[in-house]
């Protein structure tokens, strides 16, 4: 099978020749539709998070066709469309137990500790990490998997604060972004949307998928956040980037009694004081999904409430993609056709 291959540091990844992988008695081999390019991926490749071994396959937005299974498998079935759900927690911890693999402490993730799906065929651990698609495009599922199924958790912990006469800002309209202001107007329509970002390109884009009021991140964001919701600040606040800039206007657009969900791994601080952010603001962050969420995302994307904006390119294609995203230059989410 082809697949692409991160080798080090500062080296173009690579386009090879691997055998197929042998499928254990609890394993699922997908023949992958779609695998999508994250901004997280960039973390990877700069060196910025470790990987379990080298070379190593990277990609964990991965959806496609079931094509050969286990002995023990009977939860699916070769033919079947699979979203693959990429915490691949142990199963036995309490965290687990309660659903919340994603939040497993001893995690597997594609991509990062194994090989992931930027590849012709992905080897997955158990059944439970699959999602059938019910006749949903996998190429359309791929991407739903982190920059659906992420913003869909981190909007689901803001809900306590939004409905009508309610504000969420949303900060970064990239992969991740463009989706939650899809999923905030399917789960609180009445609820106002800003959305916030240094692209214009991508503020038009927000402003096409609803956003009420679109604010270009090298203004004074939290001025212009007070002034469009009447001097109160924004109910709740969702930053996808996550360095010090984007935590800086995010405590600046919050309103008082609001709730701050910090997604964005950018590795920024957010100073904090009993002054420093609005009287009894909640901070939270919020990470990835669970199985039970991955499949309201797809119930979402079937009825039509959202639909990620993809760019298709092929596996050869990954070197251009990366140096793309690094410049900013991607418009929603490119996904990998092998």
């Known amino acids: 099978m082809k697949a692409t291959r991160f080798i080090e540091v500062g080296q173009p990844i690579q386009l090879v020749d691997l055998p197929d992988?042998?499928?254990?008695?609890?394993?699922?081999?997908?023949?992958?539709?779609?695998?999508?390019?994250?901004?997280?991926?960039?973390?990877?490749?700069?060196?910025?998070?470790?990987?379990?071994?080298?070379?190593?396959?990277?990609?964990?937005?991965?959806?496609g066709i079931v094509e050969r299974v286990g002995s023990l498998v009977t939860e699916v079935k070769p033919g079947d469309g699979v979203a693959v759900f990429g915490a691949w927690g142990c199963g036995v911890c309490a965290l687990c137990e309660q659903g919340e693999e994603n939040l497993c402490q001893k995690p597997i993730y594609p991509g990062v500790m194994v090989d992931g799906g930027w590849a012709e065929k992905l080897l997955v651990p158990h059944p439970r990490n699959l999602v059938k698609l019910n006749g949903l495009d996998p190429v359309i599922a791929a991407p739903l998997t982190d920059a659906a199924l992420t913003p869909y958790r981190a909007v689901r912990k803001a809900l306590s604060r939004l409905g009508p006469g309610r504000t969420l800002a949303i900060i970064g309209v990239g992969g991740l972004g463009h989706m939650a202001l899809q999923i905030a107007r399917a789960l609180t329509p009445a609820t106002q949307l800003i959305a916030i970002d240094v692209s214009d390109a991508k503020l038009a884009m927000a402003k096409e998928l609803g956003a009420d009021h679109c604010i270009n991140a090298q203004t004074e964001v939290g001025a212009a956040v007070k002034a469009a919701t009447g001097g109160a600040g924004a109910d709740a606040v969702i930053d996808f980037v996550g360095n010090d800039a984007t935590l800086a206007n995010a405590v600046a657009s919050v309103a008082i009694a609001g709730k701050l969900v910090v997604v964005g791994i950018a590795g920024g601080t957010l100073p904090f004081s009993f002054w420093k952010i609005p009287l009894e603001c909640e901070v939270t962050t919020s990470i990835w999904g669970n199985r039970r969420e991955l499949k309201d995302v797809l119930e979402l994307a079937r009825r039509g409430l959202i639909a990620p904006h993809i760019e298709r390119q092929p596996l050869s294609a990954i070197n251009e993609v990366i140096a793309r995203l690094h410049a900013g230059d991607v418009r929603g989410r490119v996904v990998l056709t092998p």
């Open 21 to 63: 992988p042998e499928v254990g008695p609890t394993e699922v081999l997908v023949r992958i539709s779609g695998a999508g390019v994250c901004h997280s991926d960039l973390h990877v490749i700069d060196g910025e998070v470790g990987v379990r071994q080298k070379p190593i396959t990277l990609g964990h937005e991965n959806a």
